[in-house]
Structures are given as structure tokens and as C-alpha cells.
């Protein structure tokens, strides 16, 4: 088949809750555009909304699905990948548009062709966000989400909030058990994109934002919630270690005291024995909790321990020389150089040890 003429017949996918009047108005868009499949989901909108879901059936032959109470955006994605799956197999994938007009047939074309040829790589429409025209809220919320996005899983992607998507069928069988229910599936699904080594392809769009984006149920922080975890799993596998190492070395002074190996003291030998009991516990629970790493341990225990040898090193080195230049200052000193090289080894543990 054609690769002009496929692209017409590439379902496009919208989730709706509580549609106004743009609904329609972008339905009969497509229509006019070329586009033959739309499979539209009800989000348990309500009675008083069911007049736009029967006017996409009845006058623009959409195949509308229905969710009888609301479940958020993620499980209407998910329905609808299902649907896609048991009717349109055969296709290379689906591109996904919201319902409030933000997205432009002309968009969604671009994405269209785009999937066509990247097959295997998830499709984002990415808009601009420079420009009076934009909310301060999305503007904000974007850039936020970017940046951390970018620090705490080392995804790079221009607008981590855009509905406008071509996912690729491959990929949309391994969509439909990756966790979230509501806008953060969509965050989810960047996040298994590095996990199942999905390229990522942006396509730039227009933006377009209506009433200020005021119809929008999306909250940057609340739905981007996953992503923040991860950084706060790491900042808790840290502190919990710290409390670990103290335990453990208060617990083995108990039981060694008073006891000498030739010129190691018991407190030595607590303090080894702690820390490499805690350090055991920290690698452990960064492979398995935070990082969720599939990373052998015979790789990654040597890469952990040669970062721990080399962050203490280098603690003792920086504060060292600061300490000559600040003198007197030695906790002042201390606490900057370890927040730095706590930031540090993050990146260094999420791209070398648990790769």
C-alpha cells in the first residue's frame, strides 16, 4: 500500500472527558483532512455530554468507546490500544490527539507520515513553548518537567507533555501493562521507552492554545509525580544507608568492646564492618528499587565500589584544599562539596554503575 495513501488510514486515537464544542469542530477537521479511522473514548464524561459522543458515531463515523465513570486518561488510552489491537493489527500504529482542539489535522498528519517512517520509534509533536501566547502555567510545567526528566532518567525530550503521538503497534502491546491510570501513563510511557530501548523522534508542531489552556485537567507536578519519585527513592536509599551504617556500627561496638586485632581496635573494626554492610544494603537497594536495573551483579558491584572509592577520594581531596584556603571552616567547607558529589553520583550511578 501507499505509503500518501496509508497515512489517511492510520487510526487516530482521542480520549475526551466532559467535550465542549471543539470536539466536533476537530473531528469534522479530520474528516475534511482525509483521515477515515477515529477512535474516540468516552472517559465516563456524563448524560449531559453523551450528544458529542452520538454526533462523532452518527456524522463523522467515529468508533467510540465508553467508560461508564471517569478513569483518567491513561486507562482511555489503554482502551483504546486495546481496541486498536483487536481491529487494526495490521497497521504499523496509532497516532494519539486530545479533544480540545490543541492539536491540528496538519499536526497529526505530520506525526502520521512521521510514524511511517521511524516504525519502530515512538512518535512526539512537540510544540514551541517560547512566546506570549503560551500559559505561564504550561510554560512552566513543561520546562520543569523537562529538566528533571533530563537530570533523573537522562531522557531528553522537548515537550514531555504532549498528547500528540504516534505509537508504534510493537510498542503499544508493551503499553497496555506499563502502570498509571491518568496523566502520568503518558510520562510512563517515556520512561519505558529507555527501559525497552524505544528511539525517540520529535516532530515540531504548532502551538496552539485556546482560553489560555483553561479546559485542561493536566497538573505538572501532581502528574509527573514518577518522576520525582525516583530521585527521592535515591535520596531515602542514602539516608536510610547513613541510619544503617550507624546501627550496625553501634551494634558490632557492642560486641567487639574491649577487643584488639595486633593495632585494629574494635571501633575500626566496627566502622568496617558497618560500612561495608551498609554500602551492600545502599548498592542493593539502588539496583533493585531505585534504579530497577537488570545491570549483572558482577558488572555493577565493581562499578559501585570504584564510585565509592573515588567519590570518598575526592570528598577527602576537595575539602582538603578548601580547608587551606577557609580555614576554620571545615564543616562549611564539608557540607557543599558532599551535596555536590551526592548530585554527581546520581548521574553517574543512573548512566555508568546500573546502566
Known amino acids: 500500500m501507499e505509503i500518501n495513501k496509508l497515512k489517511w488510514e492510520i487510526p487516530i486515537i482521542i480520549p475526551s472527558y466532559e467535550p465542549d464544542e471543539k470536539l466536533p469542530a476537530l473531528l469534522r477537521q479530520l474528516r475534511e483532512a482525509g483521515f477515515q479511522n477515529i477512535i474516540l473514548v468516552n472517559d465516563g464524561s456524563g448524560t449531559e455530554y453523551m450528544h458529542f ?14 467508560h461508564a465513570v471517569n478513569q ?23 497516532i494519539t490527539a486530545d479533544s480540545d482542539g490543541q492539536h491540528s489535522p496538519e499536526c497529526i498528519r505530520l506525526c502520521a507520515e512521521a510514524l511511517l517512517a521511524h516504525p519502530d520509534s515512538l512518535i512526539l509533536g512537540c510544540r514551541c513553548f517560547e512566546g506570549e ?52 501513563f503518558e510520562t510512563n510511557m517515556l520512561l519505558e521507552t529507555k527501559t525497552k530501548k524505544i528511539p525517540i523522534v520529535e516532530v515540531p508542531i504548532r502551538t496552539i492554545y485556546l482560553e489560555e489552556n483553561k479546559t485542561s485537567h493536566f497538573n505538572p507536578i501532581r502528574d509527573s509525580i514518577k518522576i520525582y519519585l525516583i530521585f527521592g527513592k535515591f535520596l531515602f536509599s542514602s539516608l536510610s544507608s547513613s541510619v544503617v551504617d550507624l546501627a550496625l556500627f553501634t551494634l558490632f561496638c557492642f560486641l567487639l568492646r574491649d577487643r ?74 564539608k ?5 555536590f558529589l551526592f548530585f554527581l553520583s546520581f548521574l553517574i550511578q543512573r548512566e555508568f554503575v546500573y546502566r
Open 53 to 66: 459522543f452520538e454526533e462523532a458515531k452518527e456524522i463523522y463515523g467515529c468508533n467510540v468507546l465508553h
Open 133 to 184: 501566547d503560551v500559559p505561564a502555567r504550561s510554560e512552566f510545567g513543561n520546562k520543569c518537567t523537562r529538566v528533571v526528566m533530563k537530570y533523573l532518567t537522562g531522557i531528553t525530550v522537548s515537550d514531555t507533555q504532549t498528547g500528540l503521538r504516534g505509537i508504534p503497534t510493537s510498542f503499544m502491546k508493551q503499553l497496555l501493562k506499563v502502570k498509571g491510570e491518568r496523566f502520568e
Open 72 to 94: 483518567g486518561k491513561g486507562r482511555a488510552l489503554k482502551t483504546a490500544f486495546n481496541y486498536f489491537l483487536g481491529h487494526y493489527s495490521s497497521m504499523p500504529g496509532a
Open 260 to 333: 584488639q586485632w595486633g593495632s585494629i581496635t574494635y571501633v575500626m573494626a566496627a566502622t568496617a564492618f558497618a560500612r561495608i554492610l551498609s554500602a551492600l544494603y545502599n548498592y542493593l537497594l539502588n539496583l533493585k528499587v531505585v534504579f530497577q536495573s537488570e545491570s549483572p551483579v558482577k558488572s555493577s558491584l565493581p562499578r559501585y565500589v570504584l564510585l565509592a572509592v573515588v567519590q570518598m577520594s575526592l570528598s577527602a581531596i576537595i575539602v582538603g584544599y578548601l580547608c587551606t584556603i577557609f580555614t576554620g571552616a571545615e564543616v562549611l567547607v
Open 335 to 339: 557540607i557543599p562539596v558532599d551535596v
